[in-house]
C-alpha cells in the first residue's frame, strides 16, 4: 500500500480482555515504532523495532504490553488484561532504514477504550 | 533529560495573517527536529524537519521553520495562514540517547485555529 495502514481502527473492549492491534508499514521500511496518544497529550513512545535487531522495548509501561514483528513487516501490539487507563490512540509509524534524521510516516491510529 | 516544550496549548489567528507556533528543545548534542500535524480523526502527517545547514527549512503547504540554536528554538511559521490549517501541530526531536534507538520525543502538542 502507499502508507502505513493499521487495524482496527477502532476497538471497544471490556477491562480485563486481551486486545491486539495491527499495523502494516510502508513497503521496504525496515524501521518500525509503535506510540501511544493519550487525550490531550502528546505522543509516547512504546516500542521499536529494527530490521532483524533486538526491539527497544524501553517505553512499554507494563509487562501487560508486548510486540512482535515478523521480518520487516507486519506488526502485532498486544495488550493483556486491559485497563481503563489503557484507553488511547495507538499510533504505529515506519521510516526508511536507521538513519536518524528519516522522518517516520505514520498511521490513521487504533483508538483503544477500555470500557 | 531530553525534551521538547510547546508552550502555547493553543493558537488563534486570522485567515491571511502570518502565523507562528513556537517550540523549544534541550538535548545533549546537535538536535534533529520534525513538525508534524495532525488533522482530526487522522495520523500525523510529516511537515518539515532540521537536520543540518540553512536554519530556515521550508516544507509542506507553505510551512516553514527557523533553527535558533542560541535560543534552542524551533518555531513552525507560516506567512499567510489558511482555514485549511486548522489542525494539532506537534514538535519533535530525535532522542540521541540510548544508543541506536530511533525514538521522537514529542512536544504535548499545539492546536491552531484560523478563523476565516
Known amino acids: 500500500g502507499a502508507g502505513v495502514s493499521q487495524s482496527p481502527s477502532n476497538k471497544v473492549t471490556e477491562k480485563g480482555k486481551d486486545v491486539e492491534l495491527r499495523c502494516d508499514p510502508i513497503s521496504g521500511h525496515t524501521a518500525l515504532y509503535w506510540y501511544r496518544q493519550r487525550l490531550g497529550q502528546g505522543l509516547e513512545f512504546l516500542i521499536y523495532f529494527q530490521g532483524n535487531s533486538a526491539p527497544d522495548k524501553s517505553g512499554l509501561p507494563s509487562d501487560r504490553f508486548s510486540a512482535e514483528r515478523t521480518g520487516e513487516s507486519v506488526s502485532t501490539l498486544t495488550i493483556q488484561r486491559t485497563q481503563q487507563e489503557d484507553s488511547a490512540v495507538y499510533l504505529c509509524a515506519s521510516s526508511l532504514g536507521a538513519v536518524m534524521y528519516n522522518e517516520q510516516f505514520f498511521g490513521p491510529g487504533t483508538r483503544l477504550t477500555v470500557l | ?116
Open chain 2, 1 to 116: 533529560a531530553q525534551s521538547v516544550a510547546q508552550p502555547e496549548d493553543q493558537v488563534n489567528v486570522a485567515e491571511g495573517n502570518p502565523l507562528t507556533v513556537k517550540c523549544t528543545y534541550s538535548v545533549s548534542g546537535n538536535p534533529y527536529l520534525f513538525w508534524y500535524v495532525q488533522y482530526p480523526n487522522r495520523g500525523l502527517q510529516f511537515l518539515l524537519k532540521y537536520i543540518t545547514g540553512d536554519n530556515l527549512v521550508k516544507g509542506s503547504y507553505g510551512f516553514e521553520a527557523e533553527f535558533n540554536k542560541s535560543q534552542t528554538s524551533f518555531h513552525l511559521k507560516k506567512p499567510s495562514a489558511l482555514v485549511s490549517d486548522s489542525a494539532l501541530y506537534f514538535c519533535a526531536v530525535r532522542d540521541l540517547v540510548g544508543g541506536a534507538t530511533n525514538k521522537l520525543i514529542f512536544g504535548t502538542g499545539t492546536l491552531l485555529a484560523v478563523q476565516p
